[in-house]
């Protein structure tokens, strides 16, 4: 076996930044070679380094989850410089909030397509590695909002969408050794909600401090905390669990 191919590999959608940074490096950390996926492959060559610094393994792979044809070739060119992925993060995702009556209609296309569609291109294209490996585990962002919120008529249905999709993907792949779960964040401080922030013409530090003082832990979250939980769901030993969803949010959340 070359060492490309002793070394599992995972895909981090998103990886750029934010949560899907935190998780590439993580992910990195506890020893998988990871695919760093985002729209940029100069923006994902940043989470690289930084793997790379630490001695880990890294690829910046430039693409948009929402096409199919970018999709396929990236998860082509990941199997061919780095092995085959048998581990797949769905963190890729966009807001374009807007009340119901203003929403317009590509304000819906494109939160359906970056989260809904991205995720279906994704894991389609890698089950096929994780199903001939006989070991797998698919993990996908959702978030608090699936339970409603406002502004985010396109937003909450993409992520609770992606609750379903979840449930599916772990009837149906679980006889190949494959888990799908997915995480379902509260307030992370990241770009994303920073955007929010700048949105509402509030300073960051006061958008923060205000989510932190209605979370039970009394704080907001930071990408490590996702990350950690993708970790877990990565494991070998988490390969009894699956379909799951896990609200990591301070407090319960759903
Ligand atoms: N930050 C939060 O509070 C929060 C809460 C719940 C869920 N989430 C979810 O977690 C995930 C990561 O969020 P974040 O806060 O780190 O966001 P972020 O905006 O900081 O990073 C998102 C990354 O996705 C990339 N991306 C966007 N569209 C893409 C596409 N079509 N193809 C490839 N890459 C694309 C962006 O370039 C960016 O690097 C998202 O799915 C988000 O919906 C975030």
Known sequence: MSEANSTRVA???????????AT?????????AVAVLDL???????????IKAAGGQGLAVGADVSDAEQVQTAV???????????????NAGVLRDNMLFKMSDSDWD??????????????????????????????????????????QANYSTAKAGLQGFTKTLAI?????????????PGFIQTEMTKATADRMGIPFDDFIKGA???????RVGQPEDIAHLVSF??????????????????????
């Open 11 to 21: 895909i981090v959608t998103g990886g750029a930044r934010g949560i899907g940074a």
């Open 24 to 32: 590439a490096q993580r992910l990195a950390a506890d020893g998988f």
């Open 40 to 50: 940029d492959e100069a923006s994902a060559q940043g989470t690289v380094d930084a």
């Open 76 to 90: 082509d060119r990941i199997a061919a410089e780095l092995g085959a992925p048998v581990v797949l993060v769905n």
């Open 110 to 151: 494109i939160v359906m397509n970056v989260h809904l569609r991205g995720a279906f291109l994704m894991s389609r294209a890698a089950q096929k590695h994780m199903i001939e490996q006989k070991w797998g585990r698919i993990v996908n962002l959702s978030s608090t909002s699936a339970l409603g919120n406002r502004g």
């Open 172 to 184: 149906e792949l679980g006889k190949f050794g494959v888990t799908a779960n997915a995480i379902a």
């Open 212 to 218: 932190g003082a209605s979370i039970p832990v009394a």
């Open 233 to 254: 769901f990565c494991s070998e030993g988490a390969g009894f669990i699956s379909g799951q969803v896990v609200y990591a949010a301070g407090g319960p959340k759903a």
